[in-house]
């Protein structure tokens, strides 16, 4: 099990190190950040379609889930906004909401998006709600979960775990190629939208404010452990690397990408 860690916020493919066994430290792949997703207009291929319904079970046995029609209704019709003018517009996105005091957001494949109670709650606007949905369909379309699943698993569908899946999309958090990579398509995304990159930014900067308050939250429960012996909360161990290094990052390729990306967006192409 690897040691413990400071937490500090940012809304990738979170870095969860106590989902279990055979959870990973950093692994090193070698990604071209610049590099847009590849067009595909297939279906989920048989091996994300076994991670995703493995993944999405252990989801089901493991976590509170929340039952949101309006915030559901929300996450559909900003993802479906953004999905549309992505590589991979044909999957079938799903979001789902879990109780949790932490801020999360995180993705696994085929197209299934997590969001935690907290993050919606500290989000607040579609803009922020967008970026954060932005990033996660970007590492979608990238196949960053699929790619470091068969890395480290295997391809063979049948072997499919759920606590794997799980382990995986929280462990390309460490990954700081897969985070800048989809941090610069989560912008490009945006603008084709019709939306400001610049939100993706602004988001950056609110979360880093946020994550304060996790660190907080995570001494309190170590606290706890140590006093009461009482079971931690699975995220407390959260690492997010690298934030000041996107922040600077997203600053360095927003001109570029207002300047060379189209707005795509037509509002009578969705009605809900």
């Not at 590849?38 to 991670?51: F, I, V």
């Not at 799903?94 to 935690?116: C, E, G, K």
């Given at each position: ?33 610049a590099a847009i997703p590849k067009q595909d207009a297939l279906d989920a291929s048989r091996l994300e379609e076994s991670l995703g319904e493995v993944g999405y079970y252990y989801l089901l046995l493991n976590y509170k889930l929340v039952d949101q029609p309006q915030q559901f209704h929300r996450l559909d019709r900003l ?194």
């Amino acid at each position: 099990m690897p040691h413990f860690r400071r937490p500090l916020l940012f809304f990738a493919l979170i870095a969860i190190l106590s989902l279990g066994p055979g959870c990973a430290g950093t692994q090193t792949v070698n990604v071209d950040i610049a590099a847009i997703p590849k067009q595909d207009a297939l279906d989920a291929s048989r091996l994300e379609e076994s991670l995703g319904e493995v993944g999405y079970y252990y989801l089901l046995l493991n976590y509170k889930l929340v039952d949101q029609p309006q915030q559901f209704h929300r996450l559909d019709r900003l993802g479906a906004r953004i999905s549309h003018y992505s590589e991979r517009p044909q999957l079938k996105y799903r979001y789902t909401i879990i109780d949790s005091q932490f801020h999360l957001a995180y993705s696994f494949p085929p197209a299934n998006i997590v969001f935690s109670t907290a993050m919606l709650d500290a989000l607040k606007t579609d803009e922020k709600i967008s970026a954060v949905m932005a990033h996660e369909i970007a590492h979608i379309n990238h196949k960053h979960g699929t790619y470091f699943y068969e890395q480290k698993y295997g391809n063979k569908p049948e072997n499919a775990s759920g606590e794997k899946v799980l382990s995986i999309a929280t462990q390309l958090g460490y990954n700081r190629a897969f985070e800048l990579q989809s941090d610069q398509t989560a912008m490009r995304y945006l603008k084709r939208s019709g939306l400001d990159p610049n939100h993706f930014i602004d988001a950056l900067l609110m979360l880093a404010d946020i994550e304060k308050k996790d660190e907080a939250l995570t001494q309190k429960l170590v606290q706890n452990i140590k006093t009461r012996s009482r079971k931690i909360d699975k995220y407390s161990e959260l690492s997010y690397p690298h934030l000041e290094t996107r922040i600077v990052n997203c600053r360095n390729l927003l001109d570029e990408i207002k300047s060379n990306e189209k707005v795509l967006y037509k509002p009578e192409d969705f009605k809900f």
